[in-house]
């Protein structure tokens, strides 16, 4: 059980890591292109489904190489 928590700390860390760095590089997560955005005068609407996409495949891969071992 220890393990997995600080395994799963690390990987917090590293994700977090990559998200600043992204942010600073203009790659910002949740503004990809491919993103839907429809504005109006009263409001807007915002999904991000490209960001989903590849949050998914990124998590789907990561569970699929804990799964291997």
Known sequence: ????II???????VIGLVVVLGE????R???????IRIEGRRGGF??????CLL?????SAIAWLFRSR
């Open 29 to 35: 997560l949740g503004r990809l292109p491919g993103d």
């Open 7 to 13: 395994n799963a700390g690390i990987l917090l860390v």
């Open 1 to 4: 059980m220890g393990r997995l």
């Open 46 to 51: 915002y999904f991000p489904i490209v960001t």
């Open 55 to 59: 949050l998914s495949a990124i998590l």
């Open 24 to 27: 600073r590089t203009g790659f």
